[in-house]
């Protein structure tokens, strides 16, 4: 049951009975991630005003430059969901291999891990674009008591018990769904408050919108190509409008009220596309689905995809159900 304005607070204890096998600690977790989404949107949001914009001069695990507010999402992501007793491990796009939470000792009862984009779009904070943060959970596959693995980061998409985004936006979002649908909260700077806004989110099956970046195009397989032109012919009730935010919480945000699609494919630049399985596309693509959309890699769904490394990349179709549906049709017919 949700009611308009409801706070984060009393829709999480009025629907904890959906989170099945979960004594609380589900709840517990969601909550950690509300105060950190609460400490960094405090930080993004006077980035302009205090030496915390720019590159922290150092490089992530994946080559890319670090902002200071990458660095500072990621330890207070990390450090809020440690402390409390609540997940044995997280894995984080700012680090190379997965963080053990307590898991050596054997009386560790946390059953869940979480994996995090801790800042995606954070190139865009020095021009005031918003960014956003990106988290999925699952429950461990290894023994309780036993040292987290990697087999229990490494799981397939529709193994995820929770996912969720924070933009931090004209206003700061927490949008998140634990399988039984998605809502979305907005949060009252006033009083640090998140109040239920947009409740049982919806994909419109179709949408007007097409975000991908053209100036790959040279570089895009023949499909994507061919879909592309498809978006800009005169026709029904084409052309569809191009809008590319640079940021993919951005992007899909706008997408799933008003309809849309969002691509980043491989191309002969990047062979695997750019964005990651476990903490970008997995968690977009489980929240999309549970709005009634559609998430694959242009051929096969997101969530089916077994991982097989923590920073792997696939390629991203992600949106309004008939627009994916289009798209992967023009790329099995350029096969
Ligand atoms: P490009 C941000 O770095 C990101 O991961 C997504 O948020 C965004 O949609 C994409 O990369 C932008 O990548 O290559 O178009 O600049």
Redesign the pocket.
């Known amino acids: 049951m949700s009611r308009k304005n409801q706070t984060l607070g009393e829709f999480i204890i009025e629907n904890q009975s959906e989170f099945k096998y979960s004594s609380g600690e589900l709840s517990k977790l969601i909550n950690a991630i509300r105060l950190a989404a609460k400490v960094v949107n405090h930080e993004v949001n006077k980035a302009g005003l205090v030496d915390i914009i720019g590159t922290a001069g150092d490089t992530n695990v994946q080559g890319e430059d670090q902002q200071k507010l990458d660095v500072l999402a990621n330890q207070t992501f990390i450090q809020t969901l440690s402390k409390r007793e609540i997940v044995c491990g997280i894995a984080s796009e700012e680090e190379e291999d997965f963080i053990s939470i307590n898991s050596l000792d054997e009386n560790n009862q946390n059953k869940y891990v979480v994996l995090i984009d801790p800042l995606?779009?954070s190139?865009n904070i020095d021009v005031n674009v918003s960014v956003g943060t990106i988290f999925s959970v699952y429950r461990r596959i290894t023994p309780l008591g036993t040292p987290v693995t990697k087999e229990d980061f490494l799981q397939p998409g529709r193994n995820q018990v929770a996912a969720g985004y924070i933009i931090y936006g004209t206003s700061t979002m927490l949008v998140y769904t634990t399988g039984h649908g998605v809502n979305g909260f907005t949060l009252n700077p006033a009083i640090g408050t998140f109040y239920l806004s947009h409740p049982n989110m919806q994909y419109p099956k179709d949408g007007k919108y097409y975000s991908i970046?053209e100036g790959n195009y040279i570089h895009f397989p023949k499909g994507v190509k061919s879909y592309l032109k498809y978006c800009q012919m005169e026709e029904g009730d084409r052309p569809y409008s191009s809008r590319y935010i640079?940021?993919?919480v951005s992007?899909f945000h706008r997408n799933m009220i008003k309809g849309g699609i969002y691509i980043?494919p491989k191309s002969s630049v990047a062979q695997a596309g750019?964005?990651r399985l476990l903490y970008?596309c997995n968690p977009m693509a489980f929240i999309a689905e549970q709005a009634g959309g559609r998430a694959s890699d242009g051929f096969n769904r997101i969530l089916d995809i077994e991982p097989s490394e923590l920073h792997q990349r696939v390629p991203f179709f992600c949106g309004s159900y008939n627009m994916v549906k289009d798209a992967e049709r023009f790329m099995a017919e350029a096969q």
Do not use: A, R, V
């Open positions: 995606d779009g190139s970046n640079g940021s993919l992007d980043y750019k964005l970008e």
